[in-house]
């Protein structure tokens, strides 16, 4: 790599990602605030059966499903910057309302349009990511990217034990303070986003002329079967016909179902017998830990050129803490279970999501709806997977946590049966003559 392309490559990692991270913490925070609001009352407070706080849970996926692959369709047409931020922004409005809903319907309504308006988030951080970033790059930092999720999701109980002390400030419950304040600092960020982030390679702002042109060349030069762009749904034909993408759906729909504990982490923990306070606080350090593996991880990746044995060494880490969660009723033991589990899921995220964007990337229509479908047929597994955890399974919820275990093998096939296609493409592409053809990586 030139001196040129490292300062280049430092200039984007300074920019992009930490705005990019900021946005996506957000998303987390103000999904995931249902789950410690649980914590707080709210099944009591809006009268709320156990089956209806589930739904209310899952509800969100159905309308992040409608929403993922028109906006990818939509982010190579229009400004990626601007869309972001108002997409950003209309999420946050839905989630300040959240918290002055009445009843089961009101939760419902605006957990539905939460997740159609956080919809074009993450395809569309994705899909900025790989016009960016070579294969090399790009799953360290997809990974350093979901570290903002995996932090979302840890310190949203850190933030609640202080905010619940705000318990009938103004004759509201904490819950409630809860989604507004954290709906109104996301707008803040939302109006900031839009000034900050890149649209395209060649019109950045913040880009010298000569970076934007070297920004550009790079990412195509390390494109295997590069073509020239296309119509938006070209892309979305494209994409939808080639067989490698749809094994990639199935990798990620699998490893998505295994995550389901996500949204019951605090109520899993709550299990060990401890105090609000004191549970909120324990479901941070699992998160923690897997954002180190995650980076790790995907940087070992990244280094080795290695996808498959990745994947499938993460897999077999996470299967072996589902089975001992659910083995064992020794508070230490399950903790560690807790930690295990959650680190092997979250450790090959980044390297499934980034082998997808160089995998499928010969255009940037298909790289942008490719990314797109296998984040929504993945969320799939998100509306099922919530009817896993019945409290009734509690504590240790031996249903979830195989089923967990089972996904998991099942993703880590698909990584096998996806290398060997590539491997059957590569043979492919070198018999052609020409071997200084770019190969794809497994």
């Known amino acids: 790599m030139s001196s040129a392309e490292k300062r280049l490559v430092r200039k984007l990692d300074w920019i992009i990602l930490p705005v990019l991270w900021v946005m996506y913490w957000f998303n987390y ?8 609001a649980r914590l707080d009352g709210i099944e009591m407070e809006l009268n709320l059966t156990s089956t209806e706080y589930q739904t209310c849970v899952s ?9 993922q692959i028109p ?5 190579t047409r229009i400004r990626p910057s601007w869309f972001m931020a108002s997409t950003m922004a209309l999420w946050s409005i839905v989630s300040t309302v959240t918290g002055v809903t009445k009843d089961f319907k009101g939760l419902l309504l ?33 990974s350093i990217l979901f570290t903002a999720n995996i932090c979302g999701t840890a310190f949203s109980s ?4 202080g905010v619940f002390q705000m318990n009938q400030v103004a004759g509201l419950s904490g819950w409630r303070w809860l989604f507004i304040l954290q709906g109104v600092i996301s707008f803040i960020v939302a109006v900031s986003s839009a000034f900050l982030l890149p649209d395209q390679p060649l019109d950045t702002r913040w880009l010298s002329e000569e ?3 070297l920004a550009q060349s790079r990412v195509a030069a390390d494109t295997v079967q590069l073509q020239a762009s296309t119509s938006t749904w070209a892309g979305l034909y494209d994409a939808s016909r080639d067989p490698r993408l749809w094994v990639l759906v199935a990798m990620q729909h699998l490893h998505l179902s295994a995550s389901g504990y996500k949204n019951f982490f605090p109520t899993i923990v709550e299990t060990l017998g401890f105090g609000r306070n004191v549970t909120l606080a324990l479901t941070c350090p699992p998160y923690i830990i897997s954002g180190i593996a995650t980076i790790a991880w995907a940087a070992s990746s990244g280094h080795f050129n290695e996808r498959v044995w990745h994947i499938t060494t993460a897999k077999a880490v996470a299967v072996f803490g589902f089975v001992l969660g659910c083995s064992t009723l020794n508070v230490g033991a399950r903790y560690f279970a807790m930690c295990t589990f959650a680190s092997g899921v979250y450790a090959c995220n980044s390297i499934i999501l980034g082998w997808a964007s160089s995998t499928c990337g010969q255009t940037r229509e298909k790289k942008a709806v490719s990314l797109a479908l296998v984040n929504t047929i993945a969320t799939i597994g998100s509306i099922y997977t919530p009817y896993l955890w019945p409290d009734s399974d509690a504590p240790r919820y031996t249903t979830a946590m195989l089923s967990s275990a089972a996904f998991s093998v099942a993703a880590a096939v698909m990584a096998w049966i996806l290398r060997w296609m590539l491997m059957k493409e590569n043979r492919r592409l070198l018999h052609t003559g020409n071997h200084n053809t770019l190969l794809y990586s497994y």
């Open 29 to 36: 925070l103000d999904r995931n605030a249902i789950t410690v």
């Open 59 to 67: 509800i969100l996926f159905v309308g992040y499903i409608l929403g």
């Open 71 to 75: 906006s990818n369709m939509l982010i």
């Open 110 to 142: 605006t957990r539905f349009f939460l997740g159609i308006t956080e919809a074009p988030f993450y395809p569309g951080a994705l899909y900025l990511l790989g016009i960016f970033y070579t294969r090399k790059e790009i799953a360290t930092r997809i």
């Open 158 to 161: 850190l933030i609640a034990i």
């Open 211 to 213: 970076e934007r042109k």
